[in-house]
């Protein structure tokens, strides 16, 4: 069984190009997902699979894009693991023609695993959350995350992450929507510090792909975390950005992104300027 959860627009969702940003998604996500649990779990369960659950991977797919209007997306949501102390939901944003055509706007898998908050630590599945998630279970490939790169030192790669209150949910943890937006602003810190890697007003960077791992909860406090980002891989018109989220040696959270290049004037996919190559070979 599929879940359809109608989320609202907010103006201020909107990038520089008047398109949803790639990190207000995963936002909308969290929405859908808490109100799949609270529609068809309503006892106490709803609150634990809802809030009393942490992120441990997301992959986010961006397929078109999004642009501001007064009707809400539909966003499908469903299950598509269970294991001892983890499931894996997956979710299509899109909007549906009279006739029934979809046209889709984002792919996403999320891996999550019941927090114990009071010990900081995971915990398996009680049988009653299990059977709550049965009913919404459509088996499909599990998640499985590539092996992350060793982080390079590059030019314009630290960013100071400073966390701010408003970063943090109920449980002193930075919400996981947030790290998105770390990591976005990592990337942009590196574009500019090497200047030649902006391009004109004829490039754009769009974002493909998303995947997030997140290792050990990132909290509110005054000492900046250190986020590192350099270009791993260079394609014909795309590269990739990985990123990590560190305290001292200890690594909090890790991103890889997929960027596409765009000819502004066309809005097709364009060659990666030479400037990325000889970024990524340092």
């Given amino acids: 069984m599929r879940h359809v959860y ?18 207000t998604y995963v936002d909308y996500l969290q929405e859908a997902r808490v109100d799949l649990f609270r529609t068809h779990a309503r006892d106490s369960r709803a609150d634990d699979l809802a809030e009393g659950v942490v992120v441990v991977r997301h992959e986010v797919t961006y397929v078109s894009s999004l642009t501001f209007r007064q009707e809400p997306v539909s966003i499908e949501c469903w299950v598509t693991e269970v294991r001892a102390a983890s499931f894996t939901m997956a979710y299509e944003v899109y909007d549906e023609d009279e006739a029934g055509e979809r046209r889709v706007y984002l792919r996403a898998r999320t891996v999550l695993t019941p927090y114990v908050f009071a010990s900081e630590r995971p915990r398996r599945l009680r049988d009653d959350e299990r059977a709550a998630l049965e009913p ?7 998640v499985r995350p590539g092996r992350p790169g060793e982080p390079l030192e590059v030019p314009g ?10 970063d943090v949910d109920v ?5 996981n929507v947030k790290y998105f937006e770390f990591f976005q602003e990592a ?4 574009l500019m510090a090497q200047h030649e890697l902006v391009g004109g007003d004829d490039l754009h960077l769009v974002v493909a792909q998303t995947d997030v ?21 260079v394609g014909r018109t795309s590269a990739v950005f990985e990123s990590v989220v560190l305290d001292g040696e200890e690594v909090l959270a890790r991103a890889r992104v997929v960027g596409v290049c765009m000819d502004g004037a066309t809005g097709r996919p364009t060659p990666v300027p030479d400037a990325y190559r000889r970024a990524m070979a340092g």
């Fill in 171 to 175: 449980y002193g943890h930075v919400n």
């Fill in 6 to 23: 109608r989320c609202p627009l907010r103006w201020a969702d909107l990038d520089l190009l008047g398109h949803v940003n790639n990190v």
């Fill in 187 to 190: 990337r942009i810190h590196l």
């Fill in 136 to 142: 919404l279970l459509e088996p499909d490939d599990p």
């Fill in 157 to 166: 790669g630290h960013y100071r992450v400073h966390v701010r209150f408003s």
């Fill in 213 to 233: 791992d997140y290792r050990r909860p990132i909290l509110f406090r005054e000492e900046p975390y250190d986020c590192r980002t350099w270009i791993s891989h």
